[in-house]
């Protein structure tokens, strides 16, 4: 399970850096959507720091399964080279949260649920499908802001 939902992450997030890869500088910097309540959703670079950061989080609740440590992403990023390199980090920090839990059955690994900062519970598997989903969903949405350039 543990393996096929990491693969399903890294190809989730390396479409989203062939997008990246792909936008002049100040199309990422530049606000797309001036009506967003969030702030996370304006610009291809508020969103990329977002999923970046939730990377981080879903990584942190996994690796609460092991130990304490909580690391809280604030770094800025204001370059798509910038962007890409830090999202291979969260990736590089989401396997090492996993541990020993490699090894660990299915049945083992459901025993562990989350209660999240944003007030859901997942269970491991249902974490990680989050996670996919998350930078697909926000995958589309930068792609709907380069569609009106």
């Known amino acids: ?83 890409i390199h830090e999202i291979e980090e969260m990736l590089k920090y989401t396997e090492e949260s996993f541990h020993d839990n490699w090894y660990k059955s299915n049945e083992e690994l459901e025993k562990y649920s989350f209660k999240t900062r944003w007030n859901v519970t997942y269970d491991l598997e249902q974490l990680l499908e989050h996670a996919i989903v998350h930078i697909l969903r926000h995958r589309r949405q930068v792609e709907n802001f380069l569609k009106k350039d």
């Open 1 to 83: 399970m543990l393996v096929a939902l990491l693969e399903e992450y890294k190809r989730a997030t390396k479409d989203y850096i062939r997008i990246l890869n792909i936008i002049s500088e100040e199309g990422f910097l530049e606000v797309r959507d001036n009506e967003a309540k969030d702030p996370d959703c304006k610009s291809i670079q508020t969103v990329t720091f977002h999923i970046i950061q939730s990377g981080y989080t879903y990584a942190n609740y996994i690796q609460s399964v092991s130990n304490n440590r909580w690391l809280e992403y604030k770094t800025t990023i204001d370059t798509t080279k910038n962007a």
